[in-house]
């Protein structure tokens, strides 16, 4: 004769919710808040050092992290070419807040676990390298002996594409402060005012811009664009004429400002230029 086991009832109930329970417990992992990398660190900077190569002396590696989370990557392979490859883009940040991964390298190491004025670079699964030639994977930060040549200065604008701006316009200028470090001008209708970074070389960044909301009718538009064309400009250039140039890199993507119906407030009605997106000149 078979037993049957007899469960009490009270029992099933208790199974019942502990493996209620169990199934919908789901693991998270709280993120930092404290010192990070991302948070604790000046990691904005050049980084340069040369990585272990298969087939060449050495990569000759720079690496610029701009605060804007954009990046500009420039690598040499030596004693097998001179010449130099660019590439730019942006970058971010794992949830840690210790690692970057850089936007658009197809082919090479992408991810840098960032230190203390240290770049350390990562395989390709996104692993610390070990081993005997692990420090030769390090790209150390560069004290930059760098004054800024447009810090405390003040400059109208005088052409937009190689276009003269109208009288109607007044007096368009960018004015930067002591440091260097932030900007504030007048647009043709509203005061202005942002950040920017400028770089040894030829890089300048705009970000952080704001301006006040008067409209004035015929300058509102073109000031719009003015405004715009701002925040997209990359490059700086300071010639023998004392004209400061800011462009957009590479030229070509200045074409798109072509189709703006600001050009009717220009005196020259030809075809634009290639060429410097803003033209100024010093006044003071």
């Known amino acids: 004769m078979r037993r049957i086991l007899v469960i009490p009832f009270w ?19 709280a993120l930092p808040t404290g010192d990070t990398s991302e948070l604790s660190l000046d990691w904005a900077g050049t980084y340069t050092g040369v990585i272990p190569c298969a087939d060449c002396e050495g990569i000759a590696t720079t690496v610029d992290l701009n605060s804007d989370r954009t990046y500009r990557m420039s690598t040499t392979y030596k004693g097998k070419s001179e010449e ?8 971010f940040w794992n949830e840690l807040g210790n690692i970057i991964t850089l936007n658009g390298i197809k082919n090479g190491a992408s991810q840098y676990l960032v230190g203390e004025n240290t770049l350390f670079q990562l395989d390709l699964e996104g692993n610390r390298i070990t081993g005997n030639l692990a420090e030769n994977y390090q790209l150390l930060k ?5 004054t800024n040549p447009l810090a405390g200065k003040k400059w109208t604008l005088t052409e937009i594409m190689g276009r003269k701006l109208t009288v109607e316009m007044g ?9 260097g470090t932030r900007v504030s001008g007048f647009g043709g209708c509203n005061n202005y005012f942002g950040e920017c970074e400028v770089k040894d070389g030829t890089r300048i960044k705009f970000y952080k811009m704001g301006r006040t909301k008067k409209f004035c009718e015929g300058t509102s538009k073109m000031e719009d664009d003015i405004f715009k064309i701002f925040m997209d400009i990359n490059s700086y250039s300071l010639g023998v004429d004392g004209m400061l140039r800011l462009n957009r890199l590479p030229e070509a993507q200045a074409w ?11 005196k020259d009605q030809s075809r634009p230029r290639p060429g410097p997106l803003l033209t100024f000149e010093l006044t003071k």
Request: charged share 15%; net charge negative; glycine share 4%.
């Open 171 to 179: 007096a368009v200028h960018l004015e930067f402060d002591q440091d």
């Open 11 to 29: 029992v099933c109930i208790i199974l019942l919710m502990w493996w209620g329970c169990q199934k919908n417990t789901t693991t998270t992992t």
């Open 84 to 91: 130099k490859f660019v590439q730019e883009g942006t970058f």
């Open 256 to 266: 798109r400002y072509l189709v703006s119906p600001y050009w009717a407030l220009m």
């Open 142 to 146: 560069t004290e930059q002996d760098f």
